[in-house]
């Protein structure tokens, strides 16, 4: 599905990969393959990270949340590894654990607010 916003909720364990539209919404769990969330090795999160990275296919806006800092972690990674990835994410906003549909609220909210922001102010 190719939509133009995207929200991603990240921890060290799994994220949540929702891609969305006006009418369609994707969703995808993506888990991590480290078995210790506090001891994992660079290449369990390199591996989480490609994963999360390659599900985000075909969005043009990506909005990063979590309770954590793997937020930070997967955007620097995507910096250093799929610069055109780094260069959709738009903010990293920390959360707690919300449901799948208070995050496309959440990030339909925002991206009604970033795009506004962004959008020529003599055409809105």
């Given at each position: 599905m190719s939509t133009f916003h995207a929200v991603v909720w990240i921890d060290q364990s799994e994220a949540h990969v929702l891609m969305f539209d006006r009418e369609h919404i994707e969703a995808q769990r993506i888990k991590s393959r480290t078995h210790h969330k506090h001891q994992g090795k660079a290449e369990d999160s390199a591996a989480f990270f490609?994963?999360?990275?390659?599900?985000?296919?075909?969005?043009h806006e990506v909005l990063l949340t979590g309770p954590g800092l793997a937020r930070n972690h997967f955007r620097d990674w995507c910096a250093s590894h799929l610069p055109?990835?780094?260069?959709?994410?738009?903010?990293?906003?920390?959360?707690?654990?919300?449901?799948d549909?208070?995050?496309v609220a959440?990030?339909?909210?925002y991206f009604k607010?970033?795009?506004?922001?962004?959008?020529?102010p003599s055409t809105v």
């Open positions: 490609a994963d999360v990275a390659r599900a985000l296919t075909g969005s055109v990835v780094a260069d959709s994410v738009v903010d990293s906003v920390a959360s707690d654990h919300p449901s549909g208070q995050l959440m990030a339909r909210q607010k970033f795009d506004n922001m962004a959008a020529n």
